[in-house]
């Protein structure tokens, strides 16, 4: 049919965004819904699950299935993650969601299930090391600190699950997902790691496993008359944000990585062999047969966004010229943009952000230019890990909402000294679930990829000896500061116990 088309979802950290695209790739429509984190405590970030995920999927349903002229042919949606949202029998959240590794309220938890099983044990049979951004830590929080709601947990979701559970009644996880929830997931099997699934997480059953482009249901009659999709629409698996938007752009091959620069930043690598490291998350990939190597780091996007709020929100456009009229190493300024602890390379919840060499000379220009110098010195050193590890990158692909800011695209090639491929689609992860329902139904080929290549960006030698300089700098910032920020991390637990703002 000429109006066959499919719609994408994805559940972001700070919206909601869907596309409607037709099988041969073409948007057909979009939409974006804006949403807010909920930060109750330091290190706990977390979303209403009923307000945020649910409702905002009804909104841009509300907009995008009436243009569909009943052409619909299928629906998968994707989420952040890995995260949890516990709910009763009837489907209804008994707490807010804890997201991904940015929330970093389970360190006990992190420590007590190494004890109990060993880090080496861990990271072999489920693929990663424990961290901030492992499933398994924050249900074993959960059933600790909140027992009363975990008896009355009839199952446990992630973003992406509690839509298609919403859906169609059916209770699954993609094996993606699944392989973030260490220790609860034996990656050489592909099956729940039961025995230490049943020690950590006990009672609600463990869902489900099937891959993200597999159809899991159909949009049951009541779903229907809520959302306004057709009843019987084929509802596919989906899986977590950062692996559709990889899947988005083409990133299937080994070699193949995407940075995306979104509130964090966030590399997915397809890799061809076992590449298990303590610095990465070795997962399963999208697709059955590959595997990947990703890492996080905790701010990006985030982080030029709360610069901007604190000088007062002037345009962008303005401020980004500012910037780029400032010369490479923003006047000898040099920012550790660890506003939110760190992931990806360091694995510290209580590294804080620092801002070293400010002056009254400095200015808002030099303050963004050297945010983003920052976090592209983080990025070089999560792509040497990667290295490191084996896993060298071929082809780099950037993605995100931050590819808007050419600016900061060509000071990540110059201090990286790689070149990026920018996608002409950038629209992310919801293009992904566009390509996995296209896929799911049927309406093209497994091996179908809309993606095309706008522009590269190659590195220039231009700032090379300032960025070396910098980057030597930055790599010792860290180990200099770490001691006191751990205190001041101390401080403000302590502050907002007390009642008082913290930090």
Known sequence: MNDESVLGIDIGTSATKAVLAAPDGRVLAQVERQHTLSLPRPGWVEHDAEQVWWQDVLAVLAELVPLAHGGLRGICVSGIGPCVVPCDTKLRPLRPAILY??????????????????????????????????????????????????????????????????????????????????????????????????????????????????????????????????????????????????????????????????????FVGVVGTDTRSHLHWFTEGVEPGRRTLAAGMATSGSLTDWLRTLLGKPPWPELLAAAEAVPAGSHGLLVLPYLAGERSPIYDPDARGVIAGLT?????????????????????????????????????????????????????????????????????????????????????????????????????????TTYEELFSLYCDLYPATRSTAHHLAQLQRRSATAGQPAA
């Open 101 to 266: 590794g940015i929330d970093t309220r389970a360190g006990a938890e992190v420590e007590e299930l190494n004890g109990r099983y060993g880090a080496d044990s861990i990271l072999a049979r489920g693929g990663s090391r424990l961290s901030s951004q492992s499933l398994g830590p924050k249900l074993l929080w959960l059933r600790k600190n909140e027992p009363e709601l975990w008896r009355a947990t009839a199952a446990w979701y992630m973003a992406s699950s509690f839509v298609v559970a919403r859906l169609s009644g059916e209770h699954v996880l993609d094996h993606h997902s699944a392989s973030q929830c260490s220790p609860l997931y034996d990656l050489d099997s592909g099956k729940w790691a039961e025995d230490w699934a049943g020690e950590v997480a006990p009672g609600p059953p463990l869902p489900r496993l099937v891959w993200p482009a597999e159809p899991v249901g159909l949009v049951s009659p009541s779903a229907a008359v809520e959302t306004g999709l057709p009843a019987g629409l084929p509802v596919m698996a989906g899986t977590i944000d950062a692996w559709a938007e990889a899947f988005s752009v083409g990133v299937r091959a080994p070699g193949d990585l995407m940075l995306m620069y979104g509130s964090t930043m966030f």
């Open 360 to 464: 009254l000379s400095h200015g808002a220009a030099e303050l963004l230019r050297a945010s983003y110098e920052g976090i592209a010195f983080g990025i070089r050193q999560v792509l040497t890990s990667f290295d490191v590890a084996g896993a060298s990158p071929t082809r780099l692909v950037a993605v995100g909402g931050g590819t808007r800011a050419r600016l900061w695209l060509q000071i990540v090639s110059d201090i990286t000294v790689r070149a990026q491929d920018v996608p002409e689609q950038t629209l992310g992860a919801s293009y992904g679930d566009a390509l996995l329902a296209a896929i799911g139904s049927g309406i093209v080929t497994a091996d179908t990829d809309w993606t095309v290549t706008a522009e590269t960006i190659e590195p220039s030698a231009l700032d090379a």
